[in-house]
């Protein structure tokens, strides 16, 4: 993980996030986490939220969703900063 | 839009719904709207919500979010029925 109780979700597979997050939670004693994902990878944090919350870790609740944009620098050969829509999804028990 | 105060969001490019929903919240008297949308829809909610919120109704806030699982019959020639993740945003004035 990448900082104390956050995971930010790319673009593996959402059973790869489910299985950090239930050893993330198992271990410590964290009693929260946050999912962070941009773009394309919120579909996955939401499939990740609920993999978790219904088939594993049943005592977790949604404590919050926050949705926003961020300014992505401009690739190669193009000269305009894209904006990406983010997602923060904090689980807690 | 489906029902009053409701846009479901599909495949159509995000710019479609953006549109529908500022007709929709300057026409009528509607204070509040809610997107609703499953899979990999659920990213185009979420820039829709963008859109409209930082560059044409800036007036309007998140004022709710929430996440769940749906299933979804099997597909020909399949025997399990799948799991959806759905998402659902209002935005209220």
């Given at each position: 993980m990448?900082?104390?109780g956050?995971?930010?979700?790319?673009?593996?597979?959402?059973?790869?996030?489910?299985?950090?997050?239930?050893?993330?939670?198992?271990?410590?004693?964290?009693?929260?986490?946050?999912?962070?994902?941009?773009?394309?990878?919120?579909?996955?944090?939401?499939?990740?939220?609920?993999?978790?919350?219904?088939?594993?870790?049943?005592?977790?609740?949604?404590?919050?969703?926050?949705?926003?944009?961020?300014?992505?620098?401009?690739?190669?050969?193009?000269?305009?900063?894209?904006?990406?829509?983010?997602?923060?999804?904090?689980?807690?028990?």
């Amino acid at each position: 993980m990448a900082e104390k109780g956050t995971v930010l979700i790319g673009r593996k597979p959402a059973m790869s996030y489910v299985l950090a997050i239930i050893t993330g939670m198992s271990s410590g004693d964290s009693k929260e986490i946050t999912l962070k994902a941009r773009g394309r990878a919120i579909t996955t944090a939401v499939d990740v939220a609920e993999i978790v919350r219904n088939r594993f870790l049943k005592d977790l609740k949604i404590s919050k969703i926050s949705i926003g944009t961020e300014e992505i620098p401009p690739r190669e050969g193009e000269n305009r900063a894209r904006m990406v829509s983010t997602m923060e999804i904090t689980l807690s028990k």
